[in-house]
């Protein structure tokens, strides 16, 4: 997809500061909708299907944290919440509700246009294609990972992943063995350094345990390693039962 074709949907209830960002926006060569309303705002997301949505956290009507629950299991493309507040917790229910990335306002439009392509390539596919030499698809036992397809399955079934949580469980599986650092991982996914307190990837860690099979309190296939970060254990992913997998995906 081209970038001229992007379509932005911006939830925010600050006009000026949405027809600001619009502005902007589509002066690098963006499409850009604004909805005001947040009781309107999940309807128009799962009819619309924008290419990424711009989520404000707090809105009259419903608010974003709201909305993200309401659309995420109907809407596949990536959602950047925006927030004024710093409190880590917003951060991490925004996160938990399956926001794909955040920003606190106020914010350069240098760094939120940043932040709009690198989601946006990703989606596409840019990122994982960076390395000619790296695999396309990943199975372990019953756990098939497919890079161009960007979709994971669990036997049988579709494993239902936003963007963000399917590239940290690419990046970690296609490292199968290697300890990496929080600093590491982030910042090959959002090409920023880590600042030492962001909670990102461990809240998509944690999200990311039980839809693979694996168990969020002692867990085998993603393990924490204390001081030093995380760590995919191919091992105890090839030991998931592998008899349900779709034949697609079988040797």
């Known amino acids: 997809m081209e970038q001229e074709a992007w379509q932005i949907l911006i939830v925010e209830d600050d006009q000026r500061l949405a027809q600001l960002t619009r502005e902007y926006l589509e002066g690098n060569g963006l499409r850009v909708a604004i909805e005001a309303d947040g009781a309107r705002a999940a309807a128009r997301i799962l009819t619309e299907?924008?290419?990424?949505?711009m989520?404000?956290?707090?809105?009259?009507?419903?608010?974003?944290?709201?909305?993200?629950?309401?659309?995420?299991?109907?809407?596949?493309?990536?959602?950047?919440m925006l927030t004024a507040r710093t409190d880590d917790m917003d951060q991490v229910l925004g996160?938990?509700?399956?926001?794909?990335?955040y920003v606190c306002k106020p914010v350069r439009p240098r760094v939120l246009l940043a932040r709009i392509r690198a989601l946006l390539?990703?989606?596409?596919?840019g990122e994982s294609e960076r390395d000619e030499g790296q695999p396309r698809r990943l199975q372990f036992?019953?756990?098939?990972?497919?890079?161009a397809m960007r979709e994971a399955w669990l036997g049988e079934q579709?494993?239902?992943?936003t963007s963000a949580e399917f590239d940290l469980l690419w990046l970690l599986a296609v490292n199968a063995g290697r300890i990496l650092s929080r600093e590491e991982i982030f910042n090959s996914l959002r090409g920023i350094e880590y600042d030492g307190q962001d909670r990102s990837i461990d809240v998509r860690i944690s999200r990311i345990r039980p839809k693979i099979g694996d168990d969020p309190m002692?867990?085998?296939?993603?393990?924490?390693?204390?001081s030093k970060g995380y760590l995919f254990v191919a091992e105890a992913a090839e030991a998931l039962p592998f008899a349900d997998a779709p034949p697609l995906l079988r040797d």
Request: aromatic share 2%; glycine share 14%.
């Open 49 to 53: 299907q924008p290419d990424l949505v």
């Open 55 to 80: 989520l404000d956290l707090m809105l009259p009507g419903e608010d974003g944290l709201s909305i993200c629950r309401k659309v995420r299991g109907g809407y596949k493309g990536p959602i950047l």
């Open 95 to 101: 996160l938990e509700m399956g926001a794909d990335d």
């Open 121 to 125: 390539r990703r989606r596409e596919g």
């Open 141 to 147: 036992g019953a756990l098939a990972i497919d890079s």
């Open 158 to 161: 579709g494993i239902e992943l």
């Open 218 to 226: 002692h867990p085998r296939m993603i393990k924490t390693v204390r």
